[in-house]
């Protein structure tokens, strides 16, 4: 005989995975809507605030270089500007940004709202093919950022979701 409060344990917990998920999914589906794009104009703003930590999870993909040697920058920002920049996350001699590897990083920068920008810069000659970023924010859903195509060399690359968002 099955225990009648079992059972509502389970559907209960059932809902909260499903639900879970289906932010998580929502918030990768507006992130990727296109496809990352050379941003020229883009500088990089000394933040003096570094109040929240991040965890940002790279994902290589399997197409890409098997290894690279190319030093790989970071930021993301939110619409009001805050910016978070990681000036070089490579590191050859750990095997960072090996193909179909994931990588994760710990930053501190200022507290952001929603996550809607993100650039990466590529300098070297290896070449170096990300199949996302995922950037884990405090009070806020992971932000997906599709890329699976190679990075081009000395340029800031990526999206630019910010005029999506209010203020």
């Known amino acids: 005989m099955v225990n009648a409060k079992a059972i509502s344990l389970l559907c209960f917990a059932v809902?909260?995975?499903?639900?879970?998920?289906c932010q998580a999914v929502e918030e990768s589906v507006i992130l990727s809507s296109s496809k990352p794009r050379e941003y020229g104009s883009f500088k990089i703003q000394e933040a003096a605030d570094y109040h929240c930590s991040y965890t940002v999870a790279i994902k290589t993909s399997c197409s890409s270089t098997r290894i690279t040697r190319d030093q790989i920058s970071l930021s993301f920002s939110d619409a009001r500007g805050n910016q978070v920049y990681?000036?070089?996350?490579?590191?050859?001699?750990?095997?960072?940004?090996?193909?179909?590897?994931?990588?994760?990083?710990?930053?501190?920068?200022?507290?952001?709202?929603?996550?809607?920008?993100?650039?990466?810069?590529?300098?070297?000659?290896?070449?170096?093919?990300?199949?996302?970023?995922?950037?884990?924010?405090?009070?806020?859903?992971?932000?997906?950022?599709?890329?699976?195509?190679?990075?081009?060399?000395?340029?800031?690359?990526?999206?630019?979701?910010c005029n999506r968002y209010e203020i």
């Open 15 to 21: 809902f909260f995975v499903s639900i879970h998920q």
């Open 86 to 161: 990681a000036p070089r996350l490579d590191d050859p001699k750990s095997r960072t940004f090996e193909r179909c590897s994931t990588d994760t990083f710990h930053l501190s920068g200022p507290c952001t709202d929603r996550i809607c920008q993100l650039y990466l810069y590529r300098a070297g000659s290896d070449g170096w093919k990300p199949e996302n970023v995922k950037i884990f924010a405090p009070n806020s859903r992971i932000s997906t950022f599709n890329f699976n195509v190679f990075v081009p060399y000395g340029v800031w690359y990526g999206f630019n979701y």
